[in-house]
Each structure stands twice: as C-alpha cells, then as structure tokens.
C-alpha cells in the first residue's frame, strides 16, 4: 500500500500542495509516497509573454492565499525570452530517483519548487536544477555533486525515462495537477484530485482506506 503523488514542480497548485503533502506524510508515515511527474507544458517552445505572465500571477496569488507561500513575483516579471518548458525540470526529479532512490524524493521535488517560485532561477537549466537538487540531497545526508547530477540529467536515457513517465501519467487518467492516489492490492483510488489542506487529505485518506476495507 503506498501513495502516489502526481504533479509537476512547475505548477503552482503543486508547489502549495507540497507543503500540505509533507504534512500528511509525517502523519502517516506507515505510507510510502511514490511521486510521479507529469510534464504540465513539457516540449513547450512558446515565449512567455505579459499575458502569460499576468495569468500565471494570478494563480501565484490565489496559492499564496491558501497555502502562504512565499512567490518571487519580481523574478518572474523580469524574465525575458523564458521559455515555459517543464520537461527539464521533472527529468531532475526522475535523475533524483535514479541516482539516490532512498533519499527523500518530496523535499527534492519541493527543493526544486522553491528554485523557481523563491529564488527566481531558470529551472529550464540543466547546471541549475542540478546545483539546487544536489544541494538538497547534501543537506540530507548524501554525497550528491552537481556535475555528477548534470552528467546523469543529461544522459539519453534520462530523458526517454521522463518522456515515459509522462505517457504512463497520461495512461493512468491524470490530466490536471496536482493529484494524489492511494495505491493498495492493483486497485487505484483517488484520494484527492486538486490541492486541498493536509486535514482535508487525511480525511479523504480515512474515506479510500475505508473503502478499501469493505472492498476486501
């Protein structure tokens, strides 16, 4: 039995629902959480424009309000000629599960969050997903380089492993972000499909585990 936690780092309502997800882990942890990336504009090639920026601000503030997370409004409003790709950054968090499987994957993905929505940095740049995920994965406790990281995000086969992760979210029904499952005996059962408080998530767990139990 384990949860699956499908989002993207580049979404705003994962990056709120990250900090909801960490607190129901801690108080579940008999559950292992799986963490599936989906690739919410992965492939995109369109410059983000005013527009772009404007709507995407408006969703900024509408997390802040319900998770109070912090936004680099002024990062994102002075970036020019970004490309809104979210592929590089979900292969990050697919070269973070290869290459440190044990390490604590929600703190990374999370990590990663906050490179972008805090500190205002490219994560369409591969040296800098890898300096912020190395970082993270140091501070847990493992011998993480950047450049090792870089190499391993770079390689071919990284890349066919997030494009394939991104087609089984797409086979199991998942369209919008974030969304997370209970998984128990082959049987999927959603436990929330959109960004909730972590009391709203437990109850909503309560309600799958129970329903698995009159199914069994």
Request: net charge negative; charged share 20%.
């Amino acid at each position: 039995m384990k949860l699956i936690f499908i989002g993207d780092p580049m979404c705003s309502w994962c990056y709120g629902f990250g900090k909801e997800l960490t607190a129901l882990t801690a108080r579940r942890p008999e559950l292992p959480l799986e963490i599936m990336v989906g690739g919410l504009r992965a492939g995109a090639t369109d410059v983000l424009d005013d527009n772009g920026k404007q709507f995407r601000l408006l969703h900024w503030a509408r997390v802040e309000e319900s998770s109070g997370l912090p936004f680099n409004r002024k990062a994102l409003l002075a970036r020019e000629n970004f490309v809104y790709d979210t592929e590089p950054i979900c292969r990050a968090v697919v070269t973070a599960r290869q290459l440190f499987p044990e390490a604590d994957q929600l703190s990374v993905f999370r990590a990663l969050q906050r490179a972008f929505y805090v500190d205002g940095l490219d994560t369409t740049d591969g040296a800098v997903l890898a300096q912020a995920a190395a970082a993270e994965l140091t501070e847990q406790g493992y011998a993480a380089d950047a450049t090792v990281f870089h190499a391993g995000w770079s390689q071919n086969a990284t890349i066919v492993a997030t494009l394939a992760e991104f087609a089984q979210v797409r086979a199991i029904g998942i369209r919008s972000f974030p969304a997370l499952l209970l998984e128990a005996n082959g049987q999927r059962i959603e436990v929330s499909p959109g960004y909730a408080h972590v009391s709203r998530l437990e109850r909503q767990l309560d309600a799958a585990l129970r329903s698995l139990t009159a199914a069994a």
